[in-house]
């Protein structure tokens, strides 16, 4: 399907805002300042005495400021009598400094910054405030916190950081596969993914099947909702980019942050900044860095005598078939006893080789400014032949033209290859874990004389061990994205600036993707064509480009400061997507033209926004008080009516109590209402059109089975927060604390039309959903001396939802979501008025119905960091506590259906296999996901100057680092975090075969030139 709606009146109104904000411009420049004297000096570090160089340096109550140099020295233009400089940088705590009327010099050193209290955050489009200000909950993480461990994409490395946010793994493949979901569910069948912007691109975080279903069957091939493509368990390509390239990342999460990108914003923004050079002599580091994983946890193996195993295999009543499985059993007898194989240590039993270097250099000369990394990372796979690779090179370049005029460029080219192997949900005998669950443990599955045998008991002929070796699925994707911002400073006065941003840029990639079961296969032996050879391919493009104008104005007394901004956001998302399956491969053969049924697909989404934003903010009463208020103006052509524009206002307000709680302290209250969105997707306004069929002998095109809505609009969100922010020990402790609610309006919801109108599935909007919760982020220094240091901070989030609306036919109260789960003897998910979003339902055999058996949100998430600093050791850790929450847990109710969980002798395994093969009772599946985790350890030890020197650097750390240590849980899957769906907003927590988790231990050396 290919429609896009024409913008010929959006492009009028973005031409004539231009031509207002370019005559604005202009007239502005004409204004004249009258500068009477030059402050000079020098900004330091307490920590060593180095220079700071890109120091903010501002004068109290006027618009002027610069930055400092490589030698952290600065020059600026000021007005005659005394004055107050203030100078900011990212990790370094603000600080103010008098300067007399007659005084023409003035030093200042800085304090480290350990919270990120000082950091300037997002408030508009183009515009920020200072963190102590800001009348938002808000969360910025340094680039050292990115990296402080390895991780194998940003996602991964924000989780247990970022309050309001539940960050999980789909499955433990190595490559990424990872979902964050901020303040809850706020959709049902909309996109439930944030939003991503690095260095002021819009990127693309998309997740596109892999065709590993045209292999493993999964998914009913009837479905109108690609159920079998959710469950390829596919990259999410945020893991192409480099995490050694961020400089902060700060995450919005309301809706009064997050309306400036209107319906794009209802799941919060997480806006990344990749690192920048400074001016200087070029200074290199790099980073060179080994290490292993292994399988953390998994299925014990179930231990069998004769006796056992004929009551399980041999015991059918008919004597004929028994005999045979008795003679069956017996030959597997290994000195008169049946063995016992670890299936799974044979499968996940790898310990590959992980690898990362990472090499930067920067610096710069007179106004130019460079940042050049390149990036090879390798992780190996715990099940054979599977791992993941990247490589990346960024540039970033800076240009001051003038004192008025400067460019920002930003560029990275990413190649990024995995082999993710055959799990999950399966029905045809390829995936190894669901196979695993099938084949008692004392059948061997090696090979004998180099060649596979044939389990005698397993699922559909399946040897997982020959799956592995044999089967392919291989992604390649190629990614470039880039980006310029220019900004003009029109007028620069004592009282008055005039800033115009422009800003735009593209992020495209191109993934390949491979799929492969030969004919030889055993399960693919069973089919009618055996061998498949699946060919995929996608190309995503994403465009963007905003105009800003941003007027700052404070009198001369300095009592107030007054930002006015408004400018216009235009976006255009394509994506394309194709596929060719072929069926019946001859022998030795992948090509997809030498099978005998070709199955082929495509599709082609694209996507037009354009946006219009004003705001006002308002900081006075000598930098305590802070009002704002701004609209964003939209309209899409993923809505039905293309012509209409939506509007997202947003207003807060906060105030500052200097020493409020004592000297050193800083209180402020915080409040703020916004509005947000979430667009339809593409196509709900279409009904489908199927081509391709065969007509009265002639090809054509019918009406498809899902119908269009042509009036379908965004969701809405109004939410209302408010905080408390308070500072302690002169900046050693912090807390934030916000609570928020949240509704969301004209759900999307699935409905089945009437019979008489044709069609099987139509999506409206009908209901109505609300969230609340409570958001803690704190931290303290209990130790802060010359050679001893330590840091903890913990971050809180706990929220609950329900549904409060639902406009279904025949006013039904409550729906099965798509990918709900796999019967209700097993645990499925139901959307139902009055309960929680994610609630699971299922069959209870006592009660002879179905019941609520919980809800995939959890009652809490409790993280707690720590960074331990002696002379020159240092240790740090990251423990993650979730209390509640439920999951499918599917690989159980596959071990326990076929009698082979290693507990089968106990309560718990005789009801679970009760429930699978008499009762359908869905208690024994539907498990908590209660569980602590250590995510990750590191103890690194700065090596002295001298033996630095030695290899010719200026500085030496050496490091050991462990991920994903250990968790302690009573889930009897896998992993409790995993997802066979993938990135769901509320079908996540189903548990079906997935990548058994891993840990991983490193070794790393850095060093800086």
Known sequence: MNSVAPFEEAFVVTRTLLFTLALATMLAATAASAQQRQITGRVTSTVGGDPIAGVAVSITGTALAVSTNAEGRYAIAAPAGPLTLVFRRIAFKRREVQVAADQNTADATLEPDVFNLEAVVVTGQATGVERRNAAIATSVISGSEVTSVPAPAVDRALQGRVPGAYIQQNSGAPGGGTQIQIRGSNTVVGSADPLFVVDGVIVSDASISTGLFTVTASGNPQSTRNDGEKQDDPVNRLTDLNPNDVA?????????????????????????????????????????????????????????????????????????????????????????????????????????INYETQLDVSGGAGETRYFLSGNLKGDGGIIANTGAQRQSLRANLDQAFSNRFSVAFSSAFNHTTTQRGFTNNDNNGASTTYALAYIPGFINIEPVNGAFPKPGITYLSSNPLQNIALGKNDETAIRFTSGLTATYQAVSSATHSLKVIGAGGIDFFNQSNQVFAPPELYFEANQT?????????????????????????????????????????????????????????????????????????????????????????????????????????????????????????????????????GEGTDLKLRANYGETGNQPLFGQKFTVLQGGQVIGGSVGTIVGSVAGDPSIRPER????????????????????????????????????????????????????????????????????????????????????????????????????????????????????????????????????SVVSLGQANPKFRWAFSNQINYHRASLSFLLDWQDGGVAQNQTLSLYDCNGLSADFSSPRGQAGYDACNNTGDAHPFVESTSFLKLRSASLSLDLPNNVAAWFGARSARVSVEGVNLFTITDYTGYDPEVSNYGSQAITRNIDLGPYPPSRSFFFTIQAGF
Do not use: C
């Open 529 to 661: 064509n055996p061998g498949v050879s699946t060919l995929g391919d996608a190309d995503s493009r994403f465009l963007n480009w905003n105009f800003n104008a941003i007027d700052t104005y404070s009198p001369s007394s300095g009592s107030f400061k007054a930002t006015t901004s408004l400018g216009v956001q235009w976006e255009d998302r394509q994506l394309g997507r194709s596929r060719v399956a072929t069926q019946g491969l001859l022998p030795g053969q992948q090509n997809i033209n030498q099978g005998s049924v070709v199955t082929p697909f495509q599709e082609t989404t694209h996507e037009r926004t354009v946006g219009l934003y004003a705001q006002e903010e308002w900081l006075g009463m000598s930098e305590r008080l802070l009002l704002a208020a701004g609209v964003r103006a939209e309209r899409s052509s993923a809505n039905g009516d293309v012509d209409k524009f939506y509007y997202f206002p947003k207003a807060a307000g906060s105030y500052r109590f200097p020493n409020a709680l």
């Open 248 to 352: 902060s990342i700060e995450i919005l999460r309301g809706a009064a942050a997050s309306s400036i990108y209107g319906s794009k914003g209802v799941n919060g923004v997480v806006v990344i900044t990749t690192n920048r050079g400074k001016a200087g002599k070029p200074r290199a580091n790099i980073v060179q860095r080994v290490g292993f994983s292994e399988l953390q946890r998994g299925f014990d193996t179930r231990v069998f005598d004769t006796t056992s195993a004929f009551d399980l295999y041999a015991n059918s009543g008919d004597a004929a078939a028994d005999a045979a499985a008795k003679d069956l059993i017996r030959s597997y007898l290994v000195n008169g006893q049946l063995p016992t194989y670890d299936h799974l240590r044979e499968v996940a039993g790898e310990k590959p």
């Open 717 to 848: 969100t109004r939410e209302i927060e408010g905080g408390v922010d308070a500072t302690f020990m002169r900046g050693r402790a912090s807390l934030e604390l916000s609570l928020y609610q949240r509704t969301t309006s004209d759900l999307l919801v699935p409905v089945t039309p009437a019979p008489s109108q044709g069609y099987g599935l139509q999506f409206l909007n009908g209901g109505k959903i609300r969230n609340e919760g409570i958001e803690i982020g704190a931290g303290i220094t209990p130790v802060q001396q010359a050679n001893a240091s330590w840091v903890f901070r913990t971050t809180f989030t706990s929220l609950k939802n329900r549904v409060l609306e639902l406009d279904l036919p025949g006013g039904a109260q409550g729906f099965r979501p798509a990918n709900a789960g796999y019967g209700l003897s097993y645990g499925e998910f139901f959307v139902q008025v009055g309960r929680p979003i994610t609630q699971i339902i299922g069959y209870d055999a006592a009660l002879d």
